[in-house]
């Protein structure tokens, strides 16, 4: 704005605003011609599904056959810094279960879709849709698809000798983030009883 703004008294003071910047599609042309072919081909595996985990993705097919259509749909934040839809979105990653994603705001950015809502009254996310099934707890939906998909690799062992350790880190996270989220949204002091409480949990961390 203070560019044009320049121009403008240059020129004419008094005449209306001239917007010289370029257009969206002259912007995405330009774009193309400056990308070099590996930044193509990213591009091309991002949207097909293929190659590294990134946010960009709609799909993620990893080494399933062409038209593969996935089981499981994740629903998860438009911004991807929800803890929560990393947490399950790190899960479909490391097991390598084809996936969807489709991308919903989360609250601080506006009210959720009609559509949504419908599947998720809560509003929630992140949810998975694993066939006809709608989960909406990230822990919930872990073991899920730990359940449903015992093909791939295991991530949440229900039995054998890491069953217990894996429980215990997964509830030590649980209690983490409530200890962290009533300490943030709660009117406090620096060392009164809700930090304290977190410090102390803290130190069950390795």
Excluded at 12 to 31: E, Q
Excluded at 36 to 58: C, F, I, Q, V, Y
Excluded at 88 to 100: A, F, I, Q, T
């Amino acid at each position: 704005r203070e560019h044009l703004q320049v121009l403008q008294s240059a020129n004419d003071p008094a005449s209306p605003w001239m917007d010289s910047a370029p257009s969206w599609s002259d912007l995405v042309l330009r774009l193309s011609d400056q990308q070099t072919e590996d930044e193509r081909r990213w591009k091309h595996n991002a949207l097909s599904g293929r190659g590294p985990a990134n946010s960009l993705a709609h799909i993620r097919l990893f080494d399933a056959p062409a038209g593969t259509e996935p089981r499981v749909t994740l629903f998860r934040d438009t911004a991807a810094w929800c803890p929560y839809c990393q947490k399950v979105w790190l899960m479909l990653e490391e097991k390598r279960v084809p996936y969807k994603v489709e991308k919903i705001n989360m609250r601080c950015y506006g009210e959720k879709l009609k559509w949504f809502q419908e599947i998720n009254p809560g509003g929630n996310i992140p949810v998975v849709q694993i066939d006809d099934r709608i989960l909406a707890e990230s822990t919930a939906i872990l073991y899920a698809i730990e359940e449903t998909f015992p093909e791939y690799k295991t991530m949440m062992p229900k039995e054998g000798p890491h069953a217990e350790r894996v429980h215990e880190l997964v509830e030590l996270e649980r209690a983490l983030f409530n200890h962290w989220m009533k300490w943030l949204v709660t009117e406090t002091t620096y060392g009164d009883d809700m930090m304290q409480s977190f410090e102390t949990l803290l130190s069950c961390v390795d």
